[in-house]
């Protein structure tokens, strides 16, 4: 994949508190008369430890920025850069969940976290020596999401929360400094969710990875963010952000405060607004 | 009625699995009845329909020719099948692994399994002449072309999400071929297995009644042309039994190395949100 631009790194690298930056980025998929513009001139800056949601209306490519930031497609246009390099591949510092937790079924759910160990440098070479190390940190992860006991149960004995849990407790196992979340608790009922909402949190503040969270839950992205980033319909861009000025750690009481439902009113309205753009 | 009321909890769930295990065999059985009743009431010539009682002689009479022309069947559907796992597999791999190789083939692989395989019989006799090459040929031409489409089907379906997350850490194609497309194909495969080696016994036979002087195929044929018709029949009795123990075999297989799937199957359909 060649750069989209013949930059000069020493002058238009990122500064150094980005660890995420996503300049001005289009991706068309196909090419010519069939093509079909996803984003066009997408901009998003996350700091490092940063938790950044991104919402916007279905179909308006956030799911292909996410694809974009961890390097599974080239832009058609702009620069991203993610640790201070400029993406040109797989980025192997990411852990990905999405709304379908993808557990393999022939796996148990402890030999499923591991999986990116098995894939991943440097681990890849170091798993069969350290093993017993290894697993020491998976049932760790599974401790912190509340799955103690479960590493020797397959999949399909979870529930779907407890899928979900295990889906991110694979996408930690490789300690990344980003996390990318593709609207990972979208299919599961109101309560599970918010108990994940927490379990997340918590998480995030013992480790403080970088996150970009695709939502489509105002009160989710609210709950969780720092900064929320509303994108335009088809082709994306961004249209707003919007710092969450309330402090951590949230719980499910604060959902009910008059700032956080203030901020989920103006996203909507925000949302709202580009959903009739459309139609 | 006293028994019922004794046991309220035990005895729906006892009958049911009676019921569940001995209804194919009273089903058969009383089928063989009354065949037989029908044979004896209606006066049935033997060499229109003979009776089971009378293909059970036949079957005992013959039984040392019986086997050994079972055995060769058994060995070239057994043969030829071995040769379809082999080459239906290298073939399902290529064509599920590689885009340009599924466009080149698939197309091909469709077409051949369209011709019926009886008419390719004659032209193997030219190259090889009767007997077992050709009923081997035939069985692995008639089995191969299930297990090829199953695996190909299985390594399409790897979740593409499964597809990012891997590709992400740096995966190659190889690791994800070896993690999850191979691992997620082999239910399909050991489902094509047991229709395969069914299929393998087609081949045999067919080949046999055309071209072979061995081979329960060949062992019918010529009892017919001698109108020994009970013999045909036990013939064709040998050929079921055959078919079934085989298909049940693989069936064994199947549960045995790939129970995941039909159980991860199960809770997915059990289970909506
Ligand atoms: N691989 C692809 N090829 C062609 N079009 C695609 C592909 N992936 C997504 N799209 C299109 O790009 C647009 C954005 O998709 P996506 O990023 O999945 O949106 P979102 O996640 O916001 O719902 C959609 O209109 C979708 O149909
Ligand atoms: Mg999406």
């Known amino acids: ?20 930056s996503i300049r001005d980025v289009d991706l068309v998929y196909g090419r010519g008369e069939t093509g079909m513009q996803a984003l066009g001139g997408a901009s998003i800056e996350v700091q490092k430890g940063g938790f950044a949601a991104v919402v916007g209306p279905s179909g308006c490519g956030k799911s292909s920025l996410m694809k974009l930031v961890t390097g599974l497609l080239p832009p058609t246009k702009g620069t991203i850069s993610v640790a201070g ?18 557990l393999l079924p022939w796996r148990s759910t402890l030999q499923n976290i591991m999986l990116p160990l098995e894939v991943v440098e440097p681990h890849r070479r170091k798993l069969r020596r350290n093993r017993k190390d290894y697993e020491a940190q998976a049932h760790d992860l599974l401790a912190a999401v509340g799955l103690t006991g479960f590493a020797d149960r397959a999949p399909w004995q979870l529930s779907g929360g407890m899928q979900q849990r295990a889906s991110l407790c694979r996408a930690l196992i490789h300690q990344p400094e980003l996390l990318m979340l593709d609207e990972p608790f979208g299919a599961l009922d109101a309560f599970t969710r918010e108990e994940l909402w927490s379990v997340l949190q918590k998480l995030w503040m013992e480790r403080r990875f970088t996150v970009i969270l695709v939502t489509h839950d105002l ?32 719980t499910l009481e604060d959902t009910f405060k008059p700032e956080f439902v203030d901020i989920v009113h103006e996203l909507r309205h925000h949302i709202s607004r580009e959903r009739q753009a459309v139609s | 009625m006293t028994d019922t009321v004794s046991s309220p909890a035990a005895a729906p769930k006892r009958r049911f699995q009676i019921n569940d295990n001995w209804a194919p065999w009273m089903v058969g059985i009383g089928a063989l009845v009354i065949w037989e009743l029908a044979c004896r009431i209606f006066a049935i010539k033997p060499f229109v329909l003979p009776a089971p009682t009378a293909i059970a002689a036949s079957l005992w009479k013959w039984h040392e020719v019986i086997a050994v022309h079972a055995a060769q069947t058994l060995y070239t559907t057994l043969l030829g099948f071995l040769l379809a796992v082999v080459g239906g597999l290298a073939l399902g791999v290529a064509v599920g692994y590689s885009r340009f190789l599924y466009k080149a083939l698939y197309p091909i692989l469709i077409g051949f399994n369209s011709v019926p395989k009886v008419a390719i019989v004659p032209i193997l006799v030219i190259w090889f002449g009767i007997g077992t090459i050709p009923a081997v040929i035939t069985a692995f031409l008639l089995s191969f072309f299930p297990i090829v489409v199953n695996v190909a089907a299985g390594l399409a379906t790897v979740e593409p999400e499964m597809e990012d997350v891997l590709r992400s850490l740096g995966a190659s194609r190889r690791d994800i071929f070896f993690k999850v497309g191979l691992p997620r194909s082999m239910p399909y495969f050991f489902a094509s297995l047991k229709i395969a080696i069914t299929l393998a016994l087609v081949g045999s036979v067919i080949s046999e009644t055309i071209a072979s002087n061995s081979g329960i195929g060949y062992l019918m044929l010529n009892a017919s042309a001698r109108f020994d018709v009970p013999l045909v029949f036990a013939g064709l009795f040998v050929v079921a039994v055959l078919g079934v123990l085989i298909y049940a075999v693989f069936a064994m297989f199947e549960t045995r190395f790939t129970g995941w799937a039909t159980r991860a199957q199960a809770i997915r359909f059990e289970g909506g949100g």
């Open chain 1, 85 to 102: 390099k400029i993406v040109d591949g797989p980025v192997n510092v990411a852990g990905m969940a999405f709304q379908n937790p993808t």
């Open chain 1, 1 to 20: 994949m060649a750069l989209a631009e013949p930059a000069a790194p020493s002058t238009a690298g990122p500064p150094q508190d980005h660890f995420v």
């Open chain 1, 219 to 250: 009160r989710e992205a609210v709950y969780l963010a720092d900064t929320i980033h509303v994108m335009s319909a088809r082709p994306g861009r961004i249209v707003a952000s919007r710092k969450v000025p309330l402090a951590y750690p949230r």
